[in-house]
């Protein structure tokens, strides 16, 4: 399967940006979706995640009420809405896909520099 995912750049603190990230996978409604990111000198950080069906999302304590996953299992694709963005959000952004049993997938990752 493939991840490809979309919608980074440069935004100004306070500013928004929607990631958008599209499988390839037949079997996509299947898997649990999460976004992490990871900082220049840190590790890879767990940021959202949601659940096969949707019906249940979790988020990092620093993201909560800023950020919102969601997805579409028509559209094959997991969206990542950041909301009042601050410069310690500057990473790069990965969609995973995973589902118990089964092989995990990423994507290539997509920049997010939230800088004035």
């Known amino acids: 399967m493939q991840l490809v995912e979309s919608g980074g750049g440069l935004v100004q603190p306070g500013g928004s940006l929607r990631l958008s990230c599209a499988a390839s996978?037949?079997?996509?409604?299947?898997?649990?979706m999460r976004w992490y990111r990871q900082a220049p000198g840190k590790e890879r950080e767990l940021v959202a995640t949601?659940?096969?069906?949707?019906?249940?999302?979790n988020y990092a304590d620093s993201v909560k009420g800023r950020f919102t996953i969601s997805r579409d299992n028509a559209k094959k694709t997991v969206y990542l809405q950041m909301n009042s963005l601050k410069p310690e959000d500057t990473a790069v952004y990965y969609c995973?896909?995973?589902?118990?049993?089964?092989?995990?997938?990423w994507g290539q990752g997509t920049q997010v520099t939230v800088s004035s």
């Open positions: 996978l037949f079997t996509f409604s299947r898997y649990d």
């Open positions: 995973n896909a995973d589902r118990p049993g089964w092989q995990s997938y």
């Open positions: 949601i659940t096969s069906a949707g019906g249940s999302t």
